[in-house]
């Protein structure tokens, strides 16, 4: 398994890194593609979901405009097929 410490990620190059990476099993694959997307979703400026956090999503639920528009819009294009 691999471990980080800032000293190694000083002198390590992708290069000597790629061959550790390869060498790794599955699972201990897989925690890195975890660690490095999280790390990349740090640098972005949309801060990441909080966990026990309550976000508001958006819902077709009672959504009837949308629902019509939409209706209208396969309508119109069973008519143009149909053509």
Same mark, same amino acid.
């Given at each position: 398994?691999?471990?980080?410490?800032?000293? !190694?990620?000083?002198?390590? &190059?992708?290069?000597?890194?790629?061959? #550790?990476?390869?060498? @790794?099993?599955?699972?201990? *694959? #897989?925690? !890195? &593609? +975890?660690?490095?997307?999280? +790390? @990349?979703? /740090?640098? +972005?400026?949309?801060?990441?979901? /909080?966990?026990?956090?309550?976000? +508001? &999503?958006?819902s077709p639920y009672? !959504?009837?405009? !949308?629902?019509? &528009?939409?209706?209208?819009?396969?309508? *119109?294009? *069973?008519?143009?097929?149909?053509?």
């Open positions: 398994m691999l471990v980080y410490t800032p000293q !190694a990620a000083n002198s390590m &190059i992708v290069t000597d890194l790629l061959p #550790l990476l390869q060498s @790794l099993s599955r699972a201990d *694959k #897989l925690l !890195a &593609i +975890e660690f490095l997307t999280s +790390e @990349l979703a /740090k640098e +972005e400026t949309l801060s990441p979901l /909080k966990d026990g956090q309550t976000y +508001e &999503i958006w009672d !959504a009837f405009e !949308a629902a019509h &528009i939409l209706g209208k819009m396969l309508d *119109k294009d *069973k008519e143009s097929q149909d053509a």
